[in-house]
């Protein structure tokens, strides 16, 4: 005997088959030609469905109790999970692989959740590639577009750089005659304090010589290297403004794009029975479509911007040597017309300073020149006289002396010779 809830399925259901059968009845002219049939369902939604389909496309309504084994609930219930898990696995070939088909319906109720869940992880799992891809498309666009911008600003530098060379030769030669015109009074005073350096070396030099000379041959004159740590007069540089000249813009490399390895958060079950889960991950399926479309579209972008990416390095880094070669000539030209500016202050103050310098560097050549000429020389031929050396002595004999190191007193006699104040 049947019950009334079967009743009343059973009745709920014929509408549905009724409507199905119409629709399919009166589209029977067309379905050869366009393969696709429209089916009413009970709400009144109008689908398309495969006019060879033999699963019910209508929305799945839930029931209070699970639908009895072999009725039709029951099969379009497994019917629909089939279906929606064999047009997933288009997506995800891999989805639920290792999962035997449900045969009972509290089975199912599990197995459409984890089709619901695995099928949102591969669908978030596209959706954050597609997000880094679209973010790294951005940074490398960026970087091109950054990238041809510098390689067009060093090529119009490049051309420029021969008329600016011109230019600065030009304009060092004519700071070069001005620099010369107001230096010259201050660098010939300071010529001259150099050139009574070099008289007070000579002198210092000469009275080492003359020392050697009255050196009896048991021991060592003394070496040139006491001429090192001889007071000398303080001697202050010269010094001139100078610009820097502007240091040519370098451009970074940026590294290559990271590896994608995140992993997106699981989604929560969602609630309801079978039909929902299963409705669930029905709806993830237009999401798929587009989340594959956008990732083949990312996927061909990247690829050519990071193809891209290394030659417009290249010749960015290609026009930046080439540059550098010339803007370096040019920056040598630029320092060396900086090094030419001589200002009022600048004037002053070197002029101060060559004329202390002549002042220090005189004074210091007159007083070991007395000393040689007046003090060392006269002693030490005195010396020579009286230890019976009579000897005519240049500046040549002196040096050949102290170079060979001879002796020019004889063996002593009585032990000692007479003594050189």
Request: net charge positive.
């Amino acid at each position: 005997m049947v019950s009334p809830k079967a009743m009343f399925y059973e009745s709920a259901r014929f509408p549905l088959l009724l409507g199905v059968l119409l629709t399919l009845l009166a589209s029977a002219g067309t379905a050869s030609a366009q393969l696709k049939c429209q089916v009413t369902c009970p709400d009144g939604t109008s689908l398309p469905v495969s006019c060879s389909s033999k699963i019910d496309p209508c929305p799945l309504r839930d029931l209070a109790t699970p639908p009895a084994f072999g009725s039709p609930e029951w099969q379009a219930v497994f019917g629909r999970y089939d279906d929606v898990l064999s047009r997933l696995r288009r997506y995800v070939p891999t989805l639920l692989k290792d999962q035997k088909a449900p045969a009972k319906y509290d089975i199912l109720r599990l197995r459409s959740s984890e089709l619901y869940l695995d099928a949102a992880f591969q669908l978030d799992t596209l959706l954050l590639r597609n997000r880094w891809l679209g973010a790294q498309n951005l940074e490398l666009e960026r970087e091109l577009q950054a990238l041809r911008s510098r390689a067009a600003e060093l090529r119009k530098h490049k051309l420029s750089l021969p008329t600016e060379k011109a230019v600065a030769n030009a304009q060092l030669a004519l700071a070069r005659r001005e620099a010369s015109s107001k230096r010259a009074p201050i660098l010939n005073i300071q010529a001259a304090a150099d050139a009574m350096r070099l008289r007070a070396d000579r002198a210092a030099q000469d009275c080492i010589y003359w020392l050697a000379v009255a050196t009896p041959p048991e021991l060592r004159p003394l070496g040139e290297s006491a001429l090192s740590g001889r007071i000398r007069a303080v001697q202050d540089r010269l010094s001139w403004t100078e610009e820097p000249p502007a240091a040519l813009v370098q451009i970074s490399r940026s590294v290559p794009a990271a590896q994608f390895n995140e992993v997106p958060s699981r989604r929560p079950s969602p609630p309801g029975s079978a039909y929902d889960r299963i409705a669930a991950a029905e709806a993830l399926l237009p999401q798929f479509a587009d989340a594959l479309d956008l990732l083949q579209r990312n996927e061909v972008g990247f690829a050519q911007r990071f193809r891209s990416i290394d030659p417009a390095r290249a010749r960015v880094s290609a026009l930046m040597n080439a540059v550098a070669n010339s803007q370096g000539e040019l920056n040598r030209l630029r320092a060396q017309i900086a090094s030419q500016t001589t200002t009022k202050a600048d004037l002053q103050t070197n002029g101060s300073r060559a004329v202390a310098n002549l002042r220090r560097a005189a004074a210091e050549a007159f007083v070991l020149e007395a000393y040689r000429d007046r003090t060392l020389i006269p002693d030490v031929r005195r010396f020579l006289s009286a230890n019976r050396v009579n000897r005519t002595l240049d500046h040549a004999a002196l040096v050949r002396i102290y170079t060979t190191k001879a002796s020019l007193l004889p063996q002593p006699h009585r032990g000692n010779y007479l003594e050189l104040n």
